[in-house]
């Protein structure tokens, strides 16, 4: 088992441009996250879906996209890059457990918006 | 709305210092209580739970105790090594709630 896989690991983006953050997780969790994680700051919840075809708002969702076409794959997408994006983004997916969700993180996409 | 509150780091120990980094939570519901950790230039790892009142979750010599009178979760460990520098997150999921609420995490640095 993989896990949770990003990619890429790194990137740089000039103001304006937009990409694609690619998240996969082979454990058939029907939840999956997006999160950003600003310097010395905890994580913000993105967007999150319960299953494919359904996404929904976190608590901080301008300038961002998503879509969930399969269970694995839930990619971001970030169009006209501004510096306020620069950030770390973990992509998490979960399963519950009982009533409690124990999410399970990738290693992270480390972006610089310039 | 649900929230966790951290002990403020950074927190700097000398190794085989005994450790605590303080949790507490408001939530309206019953939450599940989570502690996790990111070492340097990774992704966070689920390192104990508790999901109900005065569960005890443990793991990797760490340890915490859900205490509902207190709505508390604090995180501790007897004995703390190198290799355990890292940033430590506590988080909750309220009842039957997919989505975690995180505090700000604590940065731990232990000095040999």
């Known amino acids: 088992n993989a896990g949770v896989t990003q990619t890429p690991k790194f990137r740089i983006l000039k103001i304006g441009q937009s990409m694609t953050l690619q998240c996969t997780q082979d454990m058939n969790h029907n939840y999956m996250y997006w999160y950003r994680q600003d310097p010395g700051m905890g994580l913000k919840l993105i967007y999150y879906?319960?299953?494919?075809?359904?996404?929904d708002k976190g608590e901080v969702p301008n300038g961002y996209n998503v879509s969930r076409s399969t269970t694995e794959d839930f990619p971001l997408r970030l169009e006209l890059a501004a510096p306020s994006q620069t950030s770390v983004y973990f992509c998490?997916?979960?399963?519950?457990?009982?009533?409690?969700?124990?999410?399970?993180f990738g290693p992270g996409t480390r972006l610089t918006v310039t | 709305g649900d929230s966790v509150t951290q002990m403020e780091g950074p927190v700097t120990l000398s190794e085989e210092a005994f450790l605590t980094i303080n949790c507490t939570y408001t939530?309206?519901?019953?939450?599940?209580l989570f502690w996790y950790v990111q070492y340097p230039g990774e992704g966070l790892q689920l390192l104990l739970k508790?999901?109900?009142?005065?569960d005890k979750g443990s793991n990797k010599g760490f340890e915490a105790t859900y205490r509902k009178e207190t709505t508390s979760f604090h995180l501790e460990k007897g004995s703390v090594q190198v290799s355990d520098s890292a940033v430590y997150f506590c988080?909750?999921?309220?009842?039957?709630?997919?989505?975690?609420?995180f505090g700000t995490g604590t940065r731990l640095t232990i000095i040999p």
């Open positions: 988080a909750l999921s309220d009842y039957g709630n997919e989505k975690l609420t």
């Open positions: 508790a999901t109900k009142a005065d």
């Open positions: 998490a997916s979960s399963s519950p457990t009982g009533y409690s969700y124990e999410q399970y």
């Open positions: 939530a309206t519901g019953y939450p599940s």
């Open positions: 879906s319960v299953g494919a075809g359904i996404t």
